[in-house]
Nanobody, 125 residues
Framework: VQLQASGGGLVQPGGSLRLSCAAS????????IGWFRQAPGKEREAVSC????????HYSDSTKGRFTISRDNAKNTLYLQMNSLKPDDTAVYYC???????????????????WGQGTQVTVSS
């Protein structure tokens, strides 16, 4: 199982970025999948996820309405479209996956077994 995140970079406040997470060794559609982020000096926090039981999308309060999670099953790839970016969104972004059916808390990072290497997002003028 491998996850390869990409798409990070430097963007001005109010700008947009799209992150990608290419999965290999497993079928993304069968897994709980999500995006997490970690800013310097802070704990890793959930951004958004898709659960494998019902396909529901979950968002953190700070990203709801600005970020959109999606997946392309044909490409076995997870995406995070980030709009209206703020300096507080600056962090390393990680994708994660877990095969369990029925996660107790899909927005809890400890529920996820497999992690990508992270991609840096910096929002600054």
């Amino acid at each position: 199982v491998q996850l390869q995140a990409s798409g990070g970079g430097l963007v001005q406040p109010g700008g947009s970025l799209r992150l990608s997470c290419a999965a290999s060794g497993f079928i993304l559609d069968y897994y709980n999948i999500g995006w997490f982020r970690q800013a310097p000096g802070k704990e890793r926090e959930a951004v958004s996820c898709i659960t494998n039981t019902d396909g529901n999308r979950h968002y953190s309060d700070s990203t709801k309405g600005r970020f959109t999670i999606s997946r392309d099953n044909a490409k076995n790839t997870l995406y995070l479209q980030m709009n209206s970016l703020k300096p507080d969104d600056t962090a390393v972004y990680y994708c994660a996956a877990d095969p369990k059916v029925g996660l107790a808390d899909p927005m809890n990072r400890f529920e996820y077994k497999y992690w990508g290497q992270g991609t840096q997002v910096t929002v600054s003028s």
